[in-house]
């Protein structure tokens, strides 16, 4: 069964702190896709990133980046240099299988709160 | 911002009275989704459409019905609300396999 497991429920950083967001996933599935969304307080999911199983490059994305490590079923969030707009919650999520993106199975969500 | 947008933002409702929420998309997106999000649980799918009048349930539709008669427009109703149903449900819309969902910025629901 597919499932994804965010075991932070909240963090709370120093503005200009590093701060990793794990995630840990189970798949019956060789291949499959993950993903991460923001919410930031206003309440709206953002769409942060997709990876696919066949690529474990990490992903870098100005702030952000993404290690994705299948030896240990896990698909790490890091920010570096956190700012308060930082502050949200972020979750992890996996489709029902690659070919089926229509039902997701989303983590519980971790709260990064950084502070001034 | 993807085109998406829930009516009402806030309702508050008494137990047993019906109740339909709406989410309307202008990027004419084939699927769309109503998700709740509750502390603990993170996103559940309740019901799902992938056209017009095509629709399936997800993990958590006990409770709920859904109908799709237009491409940019998906209702989901609550028949009898109960307290258990005070969430905060989310839309979300996709264009096509194997692309990310776009959520809209959800409704709050209270059922007292």
């Known amino acids: 069964a597919q499932k994804v497991t965010q075991a932070q429920t909240e963090i709370s950083v120093v503005e200009k702190e590093d701060v990793t967001l794990d995630c840990v996933y189970e798949?019956?599935?060789?291949?499959?896709?993950l993903f991460w969304y923001k919410q930031p307080p206003s309440g709206e999911l953002v769409f942060l990133i997709r990876?696919?199983?066949?690529?474990?490059q990490n992903e870098i994305s100005g702030r952000y980046s993404w290690n994705f490590q299948k030896s240990t079923s896990s698909f790490n969030f890091t920010i570096t240099a956190s700012q308060v707009v930082d502050s949200a919650v972020y979750f992890c999520a996996l489709p029902l299988d690659q070919y089926n993106f229509n039902k997701f199975y989303f983590g519980s969500g971790t709260k990064l709160n950084v502070k001034p | 911002d993807a085109g998406i947008t829930q009516s009402p933002r806030h309702k508050v409702t008494e137990t047993g009275t019906p109740v339909t929420l709406r989410c309307h998309q202008t990027e004419n997106h084939r699927y769309m989704y109503w998700y709740r999000q509750d502390p603990g649980h993170g996103l559940r799918l309740i019901h799902y459409s992938y056209g017009v009048k095509d629709t399936d349930k997800g993990e958590v539709s006990d409770g709920y019905s859904v109908s799709r008669s237009k491409t940019e427009d998906f209702l989901l109703t609550l028949e009898s609300a109960t307290s258990s149903q005070t969430s905060v449900y989310f839309c979300?819309?996709?264009?096509?396999?194997?692309?990310?969902?776009?959520f809209g910025q959800g409704t709050r629901l209270t059922v007292v």
């Open positions: 979300a819309i996709r264009d096509r396999e194997n692309t990310e969902a776009f």
């Open positions: 990876r696919n199983s066949f690529d474990e």
């Open positions: 798949t019956r599935d060789t291949t499959y896709y």
